[in-house]
């Protein structure tokens, strides 16, 4: 016999979470509905724009709605279109770029319940498309 949920049903609506006209176009904590997942809405019609390399202390699931992207995960280059999946491995550095042409539209699931994120590079370069993250962390020699 299944057990009974804890929760109630909840709707959260796209006025409470959404921002439209930004690139964070929506950030919806699952500590608010109570689950263990959060979303993040990314929109940018700049190519080569994109969230910087960054790690989470969980995994990440990236979803393309709309666009192309090009997703730096590791040491691995993922190039990933309307419809694709990546996932981002917690406490792998990871960040994404539009690879364009036009819009990026992304919703990114954390498996969390809130938004936890360690930047690794301030600003990546938004002239050109990503290649590859080494160029991109600034290291600090001791």
Known sequence: MPIPSKTEP?????????????????????????????????????????PTLHVHPYDEVFTITEGRARFTVGDKTIDAEAGDVVLGPANIPHGYQNLGPGRLDSLD???????????????????SVLLSADSKVEVKED
């Open 10 to 50: 909840a709707k959260v609506s796209a006025i409470e979470w959404h921002n439209p006209g930004q690139a964070l176009r929506g950030l919806l904590e699952g500590k608010e509905l109570q689950t263990n997942i959060t979303l993040i809405r990314y929109v940018t019609d700049v190519v080569g724009e994109g």
């Open 109 to 127: 699931i954390h498996l969390s319940p809130e938004w936890i994120q360690y930047n690794l590079a301030s600003n990546w370069d938004q002239s």
